[in-house]
Structure formats: C-alpha cells, structure tokens
C-alpha cells in the first residue's frame, strides 16, 4: 500500500526554524502539500508544490516565513520553516493529489489531496 512518511518535526522556541520532510512510498511523481491541524481547528493546507517543482502556493499565514521544496530524483518533499509562531503550532501532514496534472499545477483546495502521512507534531514556545 502506497503511504507518506512525515519526519522533523519537534518543539521549538518561538522565533526558531525546523525543517519537515516528507517520503512517499511510491515513484511517480504528483502534487503534493503540507497541511496542518492544531486542537479544535479543521486542517488546512499551508504549502503546495507541483509535481514538477518550479511551482508553489502559500497560505497567507505563512508567507515568508515557510518554504516548500522538492528533489523529484529522490522524490521526497520538504517544508523549511522559519521564524516560528506559537500558532503554528499543530499537527504536519504531507499530502499527494494523485490526480494527473500538468506539471506546473498546484492543488490549492483541501479536496483535491488523495492520501496524508500519518503526521508530526510541531510545538511552538512562546
């Protein structure tokens, strides 16, 4: 069975940076996000990546401050994140739109992603 695998995330003090990869298990190559879910709050996308790697998506709360990345001959995904905010706080999820796209297209609606890794958890101290 075809699964994410998140890895990096950790507590951090506020103003820090962590960096978040993301495996799939398969090899070919889709739209992939990072998503996240704090307590009490619905998840919600925050970057986006084509599966082509020359375009990307930013939530507004994190413009900025994240990047998203991807190494298509590795096929893994990263999330740098930067000057951290006690709300970003929550849950990381990677996930894939398995639909087929053009390469340079973004999947920017929750709905259009198809599977999520199992998460990491991320903390923020202020």
């Known amino acids: 069975q075809l699964r994410l695998v998140e890895s990096g995330g950790g507590m951090v003090q506020a103003g820090g940076s962590m960096r978040l990869a993301c495996a799939p298990s398969?090899?070919?190559?889709?739209?992939m996000g990072w998503f996240r879910q704090a307590p009490g709050k619905e998840r919600e996308l925050v970057a986006a990546?084509?599966?082509?790697?020359?375009?990307?998506w930013y939530a507004d709360s994190v413009k900025n401050r994240f990047t998203i990345s991807r190494d298509n001959d590795e096929n893994t995904m990263d999330l740098e994140m930067t000057t951290l905010k006690p709300e970003d706080t929550a849950v990381y999820y990677c996930?894939?739109?398995?639909?087929?796209?053009?390469?340079?297209?973004?999947?920017?609606?929750?709905?259009?992603?198809?599977?999520w890794g199992q998460g990491t958890q991320v903390t923020v101290s202020s």
């Open positions: 996930g894939e739109d398995i639909d087929a796209h053009p390469s340079t297209y973004v999947p920017v609606q929750n709905w259009e992603y198809d599977r």
């Open positions: 990546i084509s599966w082509g790697g020359s375009e990307s």
């Open positions: 398969g090899r070919t190559l889709y739209a």
